[in-house]
């Protein structure tokens, strides 16, 4: 299969792609798995060794087996079957500078509110802030639900250095327009 730095599909085999080095960020475009009726997920976290899983407290039964999924996906690519999750309410724009993160790879899904902003280095230059109009237009945002994997700068994704880098930052966000965010981040042993 021939694939660019980004590739977005419609089920979780997307994320397979990852596994070719020239992919940077797959994007599982789903509904959001929130019911209807439910409140958001609370503000929690869930941290794996590799074969037990703390929780920081209750939650519902569908928040659970989300990231229980999720986690699953995160610990295929990675390699790692350590991990750790959280989940919480932003009300402010938490990272408001394009960047790469420091992490193997990191799982990004906002259940409530947009999802990451995205863009490659090269459409933005050196506009991280992304003030200028240019790089404004550029600019796209996950949907909730949206299921975004991103490699990170830790060693053993090393890009091929002919193809673009993708950087992301959190989009804005509000006490009248909370986001509800959840990160899966890879943790090797």
Do not use: N
Request: charged share 25%; proline share 12%.
């Amino acid at each position: 299969m021939a694939v660019g730095a980004v590739v977005q599909g419609q089920a979780p085999t997307v994320f397979t792609t990852l596994f070719e080095p020239q992919v940077r960020m797959a994007i599982w475009s789903r509904p959001s798995p929130m019911p209807p009726d439910a409140l958001p997920p609370p503000d929690f976290t869930a941290d794996c060794d590799g074969r037990w899983i703390a929780l920081s407290g209750a939650a519902p039964e569908w928040f659970l087996q989300d990231i229980e999924r999720l986690a699953e996906i995160v610990a295929t690519i990675s390699g790692c079957e350590a991990w750790r999750a959280r989940c919480e309410t932003v009300t402010r724009r938490a990272c408001p500078r394009f960047h790469q993160d420091a992490v193997p790879v990191r799982l990004i899904v906002a259940y409530e509110g947009p999802g990451p902003e995205w863009a490659f280095a090269g459409e933005i230059g050196e506009d991280l802030d992304g003030r200028l109009i240019g790089t404004r237009r550029r600019v796209r945002t996950l949907h909730p639900g949206d299921v975004a994997v991103i490699k990170g700068t830790a060693p053993g994704w090393e890009a091929w250095p002919d193809l673009p880098v993708v950087l992301h930052r959190s989009p804005p966000a509000g006490r009248r327009t909370p986001r509800r965010v959840l990160t899966i981040d890879a943790s090797p042993a």
